[in-house]
């Protein structure tokens, strides 16, 4: 009998899973389910950065998505040996002693700060800022020296000091904290006991100042200084953690039931969506596979000899085993790439929206076609009129920074901004500046890496951006003057997952033989194209200079007074 396993990625915006074939690797069924809270914007607030997610949306689209990729299948649920949960990150969420999140307690059903803190959400800039000047002043460890040296605002220590400054009823309410990761894993098994369970060192160690040189997370009197209550959390969090090659738990009997599968079915240790695309992208070592989606995470991995005792500066942590077990992983990223775009596209359709949808003369009927029509080309004609634009024409330069910098070397507070604007500007011209500016980024950040002695040979796009953009995709191969390959499968984080899943359930050895069996293969590559590659070097430069005054002069506390030409 065939045997399956499947993998589930949590994005920003929904869940997907996906149904392998553990033999031979095909996808038998995918699935999808957007998050219905979080379409609404419930518990958000974007002018005060605030992102949060109600856990409900992730556990009834972990329901519909199982179920429908068995239902699509048509397979034995007895064969189906393995499920991994991949998630964005970092995300926690507060949890009662039996680990169940805060937001189904009575009281808290409505808090936003009682539910998942989402990568994105910046609300806890002033706390990262106290996490960097603490460690480089405290007198003990540098916590942050695997963490590129610095701390950001989207990461669990400084999400969990906001809160429970903010509120004082989660403070009290709260027995512990979960990165998502680890919640709907904990979720989906059987022996449920917080203390004994299986933490994930991916989420731990790029997100929590999780290390092996100083056997854990930051010390109680490292964390006393920066609240008694985190020294206290820390004695009811982990010590030890875990790769997505490991088995967390079998299925409970539960959600046996309510998935119609089996309690012989293994859950691995939960890891990040980022991380196990590159596996489902077939990572190599010296190989930087790009996850461009509303944001991009970076992955590279690095045997230990080779890395040695280097600590890239400004990255986003580098740890052993968070990608494949036995080689150390490196995460860098920009905070927004589609995110850029789809700003731009809000901006543009606000007439829309306001006018043309709530005007009298248009039907319900002619209306609806009318935003699917604009809705499907919006971006692919932008696209096509900005690829017709001359590299030597007058182009704006923007930078990439409308959500902060991630990479290289954190900034949240840092704010994007356009320059070289003329009354001949069209909207073509700023879509063209901005894919610009995200492609720039990406440079910025293997320009770190190498800087920092790490070689790059090859380089990988999967995700959304990169199947559908053809135009981004060669800008991009252009900037960073290299080829890049894209990954065929629509799913590389869940198949990824459904990799680590394989591995789990006993049915490969090691990740790296389950990826190169099971991993997408490559549906395009681009190549620099040699006469635009010095022109963009020459944009790239202004790119730089104007990324210089901007990071000077406009942050999210600048005033019209302090503004400084």
Partial sequence: MSTYVIGLDYGT????????????????????????????????DASLNRFRQHPLDHIEGLEKT?????????????????ICIDTTGSSPIPVTKQGAPLAFEKGFEENPNAMVVLWKDHTAINEANEINELAENWGGNNYTKYEGGIYSSEWFWAKITHIIREDEAVKNAAYSWMEHCDLMTYLLIEDQDLESFKRSRCAAGHKAMWHEDWNGLPSEDFLNRLDPYLGQLRGRLYDKTYTSNEVAGNLSAAWAKKLGLTTDTVISVGTFDAHAG??????EENTLVRVMGTSTCDIIVSSKVEIGDTTVRGICGQVDGSVIPGLVGLEAGQSAFGDVLAWFKDVLSWPMDNLILNSTILSEEQKERLKIEVEKDFILKLSE???????????????DWINGRRTPDANQELKSAISNLSLGTKAPHIFKALVNAICFGSKEI??????EGVKINSVIGIGGVARKSPFIMQTLANVLDMPIKVASSD?????????????????????????????????AEYHPNKEEVAAYAELMKAYKKLGAFAEKNINRKTTIN???L
């Fill in 13 to 44: 915006d929904s869940v997907r899973a996906i149904l392998l074939d553990a033999e031979s690797g095909e996808e038998l069924a995918s699935d999808m389910f957007l998050y219905p809270r979080w379409k609404k914007q419930e518990f958000c």
């Fill in 278 to 283: 590159a596996v489902g992208a077939k990572i």
């Fill in 66 to 82: 199982i179920k429908g990729v068995i239902n699509k299948s048509k397979v034995n649920s007895s064969s189906i040996k393995g």
């Fill in 446 to 451: 293997v320009n770190r890496f190498e800087e």
């Fill in 491 to 523: 799913e590389a984080p869940a198949l990824g997952a459904a990799i680590y899943a394989a591995v789990a359930a006993g049915l490969y050895p090691n990740v790296i033989e389950a990826s190169k069996k099971l991993g997408s293969d490559f549906e």
């Fill in 385 to 399: 009129e900005a690829e017709k634009i001359d590299i030597s024409e007058s182009i704006p330069i923007a930078l």
């Fill in 562 to 564: 302090e503004f400084k």
